[in-house]
């Protein structure tokens, strides 16, 4: 069994305790990290003792993902040249060959204030890309997996009370879409093959009690390609991590291979 987990860990160095706990305890072969705040050079070695490797693309601050494997697992990088893409530290594509899998490991623009139209226009843009990425990688017969924080509510039931989100970024109809046109390259949101819309959240904001209410998001996403799908035996969301001392506004999800 082979097991991928997905964390936006909302600043690395802040969280490596937590890191360690879930690793020691999950022992995922591959662990996806957003919103990492931190330089490569910043990123902390918390994983070496533990048999893993990584591949960090930080930016000073903010931004960031790294992508932490066992070190019996041989990979290659893949580069993304779209401009877009690489404008600020949000991607980190990799194929694992033992897995024949390659994994895109994202954390889309949160594009708000819609107000300002800069930001959401470029998560519109960035989320296009994304899309074109997709479609090539499931027309070439790739085995694919997008996995990551996703910044989108893709149904009205991902959150406690959506009227309170439909004029956000997160559930503005025009990102929700862009979203589906993603799935529409042939890419299934695993999450909806085990649960049903409501069932799980993977973020609850530090503000208003939101962890003590349970109003919280499903905005973290697991998407994989349709030659791959039959190998996902179930998905896990680790809703204890919100509740330690100094926790990530969101919680680790993991998805077992039968492979």
């Not at 025009?174 to 973020?203: A, C, D, M, W």
């Amino acid at each position: 069994m082979t097991i991928i987990a997905s964390w936006n860990i909302n600043s690395v160095r802040i969280r490596i305790e937590h890191l360690k706990k879930f690793i020691e305890q999950v022992k995922p072969d591959i662990l996806l990290l957003q919103e990492i705040k931190c330089t490569n050079e910043e990123f902390p070695d918390f994983y070496s003792a533990l048999g893993y490797k990584a591949i960090v693309n930080g930016q000073k601050g903010k931004y960031g993902v790294a992508t932490i494997l066992k070190n019996k697992l041989h990979f290659e990088e893949i580069n993304l040249s779209e401009e877009i893409i690489q404008k600020e530290s949000r991607t980190s594509f990799i194929h694992v060959k033992q897995l024949n899998l390659k994994i895109l490991n994202v954390y889309t623009p949160n594009g708000n204030p819609i107000e300002n139209e800069e930001k959401f226009k470029f998560k519109i843009l960035w989320m296009e890309k994304l899309k074109e990425i997709a479609k090539k990688q499931v027309q070439n017969m790739e085995n694919i997996l997008i996995a990551g924080d996703f910044n989108v509510l893709e149904n009205e039931k991902d959150v406690t009370n959506f009227k309170f989100w439909e004029n956000d970024a997160l559930g503005n109809i025009n990102i929700r879409q862009k979203f589906r046109e993603i799935l529409s390259s042939g890419l299934t949101n695993i999450v909806r093959v085990f649960n049903r819309p409501g069932e799980n959240f993977s973020y609850w904001d530090y503000q208003k009690s939101c962890w003590e209410r349970n109003d919280g998001l499903l905005i973290d996403h697991f998407l994989i390609s349709p030659s791959y799908l039959h190998h996902v035996k179930n998905i896990t969301f680790e809703s204890k991590y919100r509740a330690m001392e100094r926790p990530s506004d969101h919680i680790p999800i993991w998805i077992a291979l039968n492979i």
